[in-house]
């Protein structure tokens, strides 16, 4: 994760295509948010896990698997007794349909895209499609980490990718969206990528409806709309998310005062400061700050 709160990861443009496995356990992870163009899912295996995006926290017991909102400012939440292993499987979106693609392989995206009923995408168990994409993931986590790297190796991991993918399509099919309104999907993320880069060089700046409109290229009442689709919160509510996630930065890595930390990250008042940062991490900048450093283990 870079310093603005986008959690960018290098993939091979060839093979755009990543599996992490982390151990999780309570005060032991960071929870800065985070938001990026990959797309993901989440499986926790051995515990429950809570997972935060936008302003929706997901419940999640082991063996579900999450369809992550990657454009949504998004962490996974510290409960007492968290403690899980977690897969994360993530890709960029040409890595299953792209210009060029036969047209139907887009329907392998719908889970990610398909948001019109507002509902998030978790797949439970127990659930009829959870054995074969048990088999899948199975498979898919042996080619990965145990397969020589060579071409086969993409292949198969790409190939049991797609079975996921084909039986999580099939399970979400009551919600699934016409081409077009993926294509319009598409074209929304696009249109704020600018904003949405502008923001992360910016973000202490301060930013109105109307000059966000004009570098996304869109009127106001249109990028009100499009901008709610897309992040799943207001200008103003991710503004303060991107500017909260870089002050709990600073906190750990600076020795900065609280009321310099305000000031860099974009808060004239440091009491109003205290009051956000308290709603996002649970607890104020001082407590935060004497708290150990918690990095997430790789498992």
Known sequence: MDDKGHYEVELDREFPFLIK????S????????????RLELFIPLDGPARFRMGNQEVPLDCGDMLVVDNLKLHHVVDFP???????VISFLPEFVYSLGSPSFDYAFLLPFYTKLEKLTHVLRLPDPTTDPIGLALASLLGCYFDCPPHHFKQIGCKAFLLEILFHMACRFQGSEL???EFVRQQQRTLQLKKLF????RNYAEKLSVGEAATLAGMSQPQFMKNFKKVSGMTLVAYLNHVRLTNAA???KETSLSIAEIASQVGFSDQSHFDKRFKRSFGTVPKEYRAAKPSVSRPN
């Open 21 to 24: 496995l982390f151990r999780f």
């Open 26 to 37: 309570s005060q032991q992870h960071t929870r800065a948010q985070t938001w990026h163009e």
């Open 197 to 200: 880069d502008h923001i992360s």
């Open 249 to 251: 930065r600073l906190l």
């Open 178 to 180: 016409l081409k077009w």
């Open 81 to 87: 007794g968290f403690n899980t292993r977690v897969v």
